[in-house]
């Protein structure tokens, strides 16, 4: 089993910035890839971004170019920046993370960002 635990959601203003962390635990050698989908009110849930082991990264087309996902093997630790945010990147936001045989999920921290 992973345990996921996330922080830094918050209200931010249209055009400011936000950093998610989420820390793993449990058996967080076993995880390949870790990364962040986001869900909003009547949508399905999409892929942020990911990150594996290596630090090869994959982002969803909404958000190229303003979020950066990174990665502390050492901590056990995922994060994402945020910056440029905009009113649609309001969202619960996820963390994942990927073994070999199993997925788990965080208990989602909620992004709002305000006109």
């Known amino acids: 089993q992973v345990q996921l635990m996330e922080s830094g959601g918050g209200l931010v203003q249209a055009g400011g910035s936000l950093r998610l962390s989420c820390t793993a635990s449990?058996?967080?050698?076993?995880?390949?890839?870790m990364g962040w989908y986001r869900q909003a009110p009547g949508k399905q849930r999409e892929l942020v971004g990911v990150?594996?082991?290596?630090?090869?990264?994959n982002y969803g087309d909404s958000v190229k170019g303003r979020f950066t996902i990174s990665r502390d093997n050492a901590k056990n630790t995922v994060y994402l920046q945020m910056n440029s945010l905009k009113p649609e990147d309001t969202a619960v936001y996820y963390c994942?993370?990927?073994?070999?045989?199993?997925?788990?999920w965080g208990q989602g921290t909620q992004v709002t960002v305000s006109s």
């Open positions: 449990g058996r967080p050698f076993s995880i390949n890839v």
């Open positions: 990150i594996g082991g290596g630090g090869r990264t």
């Open positions: 994942n993370a990927q073994l070999a045989l199993a997925s788990f």
